[in-house]
């Protein structure tokens, strides 16, 4: 029994002893994990204080901060109506305003009223560092009258574009390896078809490029210019009136008895004729044409027979008897 109690003491105290170093072994190793997130503390703090020392932003100074523009790519375009005295003065003064610019003159429209006043409308290109400089100019030719800009920022186009051109070309280069790597004929007809397809892909990428380098590169100025003032059509919202009506029925009136005038008018002639026709045949023609004889009384051995005598009526109950039978 000694033995079995000393056995079990030893093996208690063995016990104790390997909990013991467990319990120190986690320690250490909790005591390092602890040790190192206080170093990335220290450092976060540290790195923190750097970037709130002076001389250098802070981070609250980098999100306020608003961002720079990069937007170089934009469509700039701009419609004038101005009212001047002299049309073609003003024209001139346009197209030398533009010219000397660096721009050209596009599509042009000029129109004359009832009156005999002029209306030009004119398209007029400038380089985009020169447009607020002629748009200006434009302005002080005269009173004006409407006035409307538009600026479309394309840049992501323009760079998209770019973007594929750069492929396309890299793709269009691959293919004519492959010809030139290329043995067999069946091969290479379908390599000529695939660089054909290719080849017009990137052709219409480099037209949908210099097509934005043009409307980037000059700015679009829509000018009108008129002698009189554009008289702008006020909205009514009650309706037409019994005023309105009537003005409405006296035009449809004045314009059908203008059609009836133009279809006398038309007719008229035709008229003329038929009328002088008509007359000289009754006055002229037929007088002068040659009449039937009339036809003569038969006669016989016995002398000219009786003329034909119209039958007797016939008799009625009651009626007299006529005087021929007595």
Not at 40 to 50: E, T
Not at 222 to 230: A, G, I, K
Not at 272 to 300: D, F, G, N, Q, S
């Amino acid at each position: 029994m000694p033995t079995v109690r000393a056995l079990a003491g030893l093996l208690l105290a063995a016990a104790l002893a390997l909990t013991g170093c467990s319990a120190s072994g986690d320690s250490g190793s909790g005591g390092d994990s602890k040790a190192a997130a206080g170093e990335a503390a220290q450092a976060d703090s540290q790195a923190g204080a750097k970037e709130g020392a002076p001389g250098s932003a802070s981070g609250a100074d980098k999100a306020t901060a608003p961002p720079k523009a990069t937007a170089s790519h934009i469509i700039r375009t701009a419609s004038l109506t101005v009212q001047v005295k002299d049309v073609p003065k003003a024209l001139d003064e346009a197209r030398t305003t533009t010219e000397n610019a660096g721009g050209y003159v596009g599509n042009e429209t000029t129109t004359r009223d009832e009156e005999g006043h002029e209306h030009t409308r004119v398209v007029l290109r400038v380089p985009v560092d020169r447009y607020a400089e002629v748009l200006t100019e434009l302005e002080g030719a005269g009173k004006l009258i409407e006035r409307s800009a538009k600026a479309q920022d394309v840049t992501d186009q323009v760079v998209d574009v770019e973007s594929r051109i750069k492929t396309q070309r890299a793709s269009v280069a691959r293919i004519r390896e492959l010809m030139d790597q290329a043995t067999r004929l069946s091969d290479v007809v379908t390599l000529e078809g695939e660089l054909s397809s290719r080849q017009a892909d990137l052709e219409a990428l480099l037209a949908q490029q210099a097509s934005l380098k043009d409307r980037t590169g000059l700015a679009t100025i829509t000018l009108s210019l008129s002698e009189t003032p554009v008289k702008k059509v006020a909205k009514d919202d009650d309706g037409p009136g019994f005023l309105d009506a009537l003005a409405g029925g006296w035009d449809a009136f004045v314009t059908m008895l203008r059609w009836l005038a133009v279809v006398i008018g038309a007719v008229l002639p035709f008229a003329a004729v038929a009328a002088l026709i008509v007359l000289l045949w009754l006055k002229v023609l037929r007088p002068r044409l040659p009449r039937r004889p009339e036809p003569a009384p038969v006669t016989t051995a016995l002398g000219p027979l009786p003329t034909a005598r119209p039958a007797p009526r016939p008799t009625r109950a009651g009626d007299e008897p006529s005087g021929e039978g007595d």
